[in-house]
């Protein structure tokens, strides 16, 4: 639990606010822009305006629960219990923001596909009892697609208790992931049925690999997401453990699929006004990439 003794000075006063032990995930301050916002000199959030209206207050109390570390407190007991019930909270029809982030994956960003074929679960968020409660209310999980081994979190916990088939490129496939009983092999497209396509895409780990669903979702892990400084869609040179070439490379072959959706692991998620938008943001990116590597 966040501690009031530990409240970072950098927030403003009232109820909310944050404490030291924020990793800056950045989850707070796209769950409630309105409320939290990010310092560069601590590289921690804070509270930089408190909720005036119930819409503000239930966003707090969301990005509260989901915060991986706790960091979060009020200064007396709310009710969280409305927060709780939002997750997963339903961002576009059939696809869900799971919240509850692990601090395991440095509070990554895992989503619930529900379809009438069966449920996925794109990376594992923390296997919090209210949170498996809801997901099994909405028809539980048949499989769970990893992207990459740094987000895998609480996924043997989910695996146990939805008996579902986990789905990760055996490039990233470590002793914590050893149980993958359907590994992806090589760097050609596979099709898991006819709406999900695992793509890997090698560069920021050997291993990583992004889902397209429907043509229009692509759920892309550390891979690439939309990045609000460069009000485009961004990608990280000091966050590529593996290889930028093979990124760059590997961002280049998403220019064969379509879709108008990127929802990452880290960074914001972003939704194009149309999938020629989407492809010349691509470009743009890949260009940029190219010269950040020379």
């Known amino acids: 639990m966040a501690r009031l003794q530990d409240r970072l ?4 006063p009232g109820e909310f606010y944050v404490d ?86 440095f509070g990554a960003s895992s989503y619930l596909l529900t379809r009438p ?42 695996a146990d208790t939805f008996s579902c088939k986990r789905v990760m490129h055996k490039a990233d496939i470590g002793r914590s992931t050893a149980g993958i009983e359907w590994p992806i092999e090589g760097a050609d497209a596979v099709a898991l049925d006819h709406e999900l396509t695992v793509i890997p895409v090698p560069g920021h780990t050997r291993g990583s690999s992004v889902l397209l669903f429907k043509d229009e979702y692509l759920f892309t892990g550390d891979h690439l997401w ?9 990608a990280s040179y000091r966050a590529c453990w593996y290889s930028w070439p093979e990124q760059i490379k590997s961002m280049e072959r998403l220019l064969d699929h379509r879709f108008r959706w990127v929802l990452p692991g880290h960074g914001r998620r972003w939704e194009a006004p149309s999938h020629e938008v989407m492809q010349a943001e691509l470009e743009r990116l890949i260009a940029w990439m190219k010269a950040v590597g020379r």
């Open 117 to 158: 074929s069966g449920n996925v679960l794109v990376d594992s968020p923390r296997a919090a009892a209210p949170l498996v409660k809801n997901i099994e209310a909405l028809g539980g999980v048949s499989l769970m697609f990893l992207t990459h081994r740094d987000d895998v979190a609480d996924h043997q916990k989910f």
């Open 226 to 234: 939309y990045a609000p400084s460069r009000n485009g869609l961004g």
């Open 20 to 105: 030291s032990s924020c990793i800056d995930c950045d989850t707070c301050r796209w769950v409630a822009p309105s409320v939290f916002a990010g310092a560069d000199d601590i590289e921690q959030s804070y509270v930089h305006h408190q909720p005036k209206t119930p819409e503000e207050l239930q966003r707090a109390l969301m990005a509260l629960v989901a915060c991986p570390t706790a960091s979060i407190g009020t200064v007396s007991k709310l009710n969280p219990t409305p927060a709780i019930a939002a997750f997963p909270e339903e961002i576009a029809p059939g696809v869900h923001y799971c919240g509850y982030a692990s601090e395991d994956s």
């Open 9 to 12: 000075p950098q927030n403003v």
